[in-house]
């Protein structure tokens, strides 16, 4: 999942950081591979059944079905991202997953970007604090790009 940090909106919006998924092959493009893989897939089972290996025909499905919750899974995934956006005063919090999108305002003034180590977990956790709110960002991001992210926010932020 790439960071990007686009250029400043006409409007005087701020700096907007967006975290999406590497996504290389469109939605049609995934559907028509798994197409293919179950087109072979059920040639093979017509051919077992054809010579009298029958059994093989709901194995056939049961894997066929697995499959396409498994595509399914990855398609719904593949639509999910967070956007930061600094603004004068304002730090927007965006995030798309599951179908809906939210979106958190914070102030800039409060702002502290904190990685929290998370104690047993092996993986550091992105944390925007603003007061009594607390934000976990970027947990679909590798450690590393994490970490980068952070970096990114607290140098765009004023210093104490």
């Known amino acids: 999942m790439p960071v990007t940090e686009l250029p400043s909106t006409p409007a005087g919006a701020g700096t907007r950081f ?23 897939s059920l040639a093979m089972a017509f051919a077992f059944a054809a010579g009298g290996v029958w059994p093989v025909l709901p194995y056939s499905v049961l894997e066929l079905s697995c499959l396409a919750a498994a595509f399914a899974w990855l398609e719904r995934r593949s639509r999910e991202w967070v956007a930061v956006t600094l603004g004068a005063d304002r730090v927007v919090v965006e995030t798309a997953a599951g179908g809906r999108v939210e979106r958190r305002e914070l102030d800039r003034a409060w702002l502290r970007v904190e990685i929290d180590a998370g104690g047993d977990r092996s993986e550091p956790v992105l944390v925007l604090r603003s007061g009594r709110q ?18 990114m926010l607290e140098g765009r932020l004023p210093a104490r």
């Open 18 to 40: 967006e975290v999406r998924r590497d996504v290389r092959l469109t939605p049609r493009q995934r559907w028509i591979g798994f197409g293919a893989m179950a087109a072979g």
């Open 134 to 151: 607390a934000m976990r960002v970027g947990g679909n991001l590798p450690a590393a790009e994490r970490v980068a992210l952070a970096r």
